[in-house]
């Protein structure tokens, strides 16, 4: 098949790309870089297989027939969103809506990336699908959450009115190599201030929980969901929970860092807990998570090491 996949230069969008050329696929990556880095394509420079196009997805496009569309442009990290309020918005709705579009076109499958921010700081725990989420419609997150909600919203449209072949997956908290060291997300933090000696900063008193899925098995998930007749929402992540607080210890110990951990003022909205419910995914797509956050710290470890002294050299210029 020939793939599209949209944020192909973003963590997972880059990784998602690995796995569909490896699985014999042509893929066409289509990206404008906002949060994306082509650092994260370099191994595909010579692969035939794969074709680039630097493009903001929110202005129409058409480059040509493709099977199946994988819509994963988005600015992802709250720092990342919150910088881009207005272009997160943009790219969940017209951004989302141009994709859809090229899938009616060609009449090929849609997989949108979701997220369990659509839960918003949820009073249901753990999360299943059918939960409408408790979201604060203009608070600082609202950017990102309202954005994810109204791409849902038009998927499932698409599929109602227009008969695409759609599927939506709600990602919760994934990490692994090629997660932006400097996107402040909380592993990227907390390992790359382990590596470096410094403090590990929990925000508010640690005790809110989260829970941490590899991206390899975040990435099964998703191609199981794309090969399935599942048009409802899936939740893929990996149901064991920590506290932030536990999680910087685990960082620390695997780690073997001194560093000390220090306390900063939790950020406004910060969902208390978060934990998917796998069960619609146990039971459709066969799929449930096999690696563990110590051992996924570890698999990660490297990438992390590798890109200090490339966080070193930003910080002189
Ligand atoms: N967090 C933290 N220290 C950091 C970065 C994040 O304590 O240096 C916390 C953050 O407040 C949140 C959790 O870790 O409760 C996960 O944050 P992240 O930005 O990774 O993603 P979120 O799940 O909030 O979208």
Redesign the pocket.
Same mark, same amino acid.
């Given at each position: 098949m020939r793939i599209l996949v949209t944020g192909a230069a973003g963590f997972l969008g880059s990784h998602l790309t690995d796995a569909l050329l490896a699985d014999g696929h042509s893929v066409l990556g289509v990206d404008n870089l906002c949060t994306g880095s082509l650092r994260n394509l370099d191994h595909l420079r010579n692969e035939p297989r794969f074709e680039f196009r630097e493009h903001d997805i929110c202005l129409p496009f058409d480059f040509g027939k493709v099977e199946y569309v994988f819509n994963f442009a988005s600015p992802a990290? =709250?720092?990342d969103y919150s910088r881009l309020g207005i272009e997160t918005l943009a790219v969940g709705s017209d951004g989302t809506r141009n994709a859809l579009d090229v899938a009616h076109k060609y009449q090929a499958g849609f997989l949108h990336a979701s997220t369990s921010?659509c839960y918003g700081d949820p009073a249901v725990h753990p999360q299943t699908e059918d939960y409408w989420g408790n979201v604060n419609p203009i608070g600082p997150r609202s950017v990102y959450d309202e954005a994810k909600r109204f791409s849902e919203a038009l998927v499932m449209a698409y599929h109602r009115y227009r008969k695409v072949d759609t599927r939506l997956v709600r990602i919760f908290?994934t990490y692994g190599p090629r997660l932006q060291a400097n996107d402040? @997300? *909380?592993?990227s933090?907390?390992v790359v201030q382990a590596l470096q000696g410094q403090d590990l900063? *929990?925000?508010?008193d640690?005790s809110?929980t @989260?829970s941490f899925c590899y991206v390899s098995d975040e990435i099964d998930g998703i191609l199981r969901l794309s090969r399935s007749d599942q048009h409802l929402p899936v939740n893929i992540g990996n149901p064991n929970e920590w506290t932030?607080l536990e999680c910087a210890k685990t960082v620390l110990r695997i780690t073997g860092s001194s560093s000390k951990i220090i306390f900063s003022p939790? =950020?406004v909205d910060?969902?208390m807990q @978060?934990k998917p419910d796998i069960t619609r995914a146990r039971k459709f797509l066969g799929w449930e998570p096999k690696i563990d956050l110590e051992t996924g710290l570890k698999l990660s470890l490297e990438y992390f090491r590798e890109t200090l002294p490339l966080r070193a050299g930003l910080a002189e210029k």
């Open positions: 990290s =709250p720092q921010e908290n402040g @997300r *909380v592993i933090n907390f900063t *929990v925000y508010g640690g809110q @989260r932030i939790l =950020p910060d969902p @978060r």
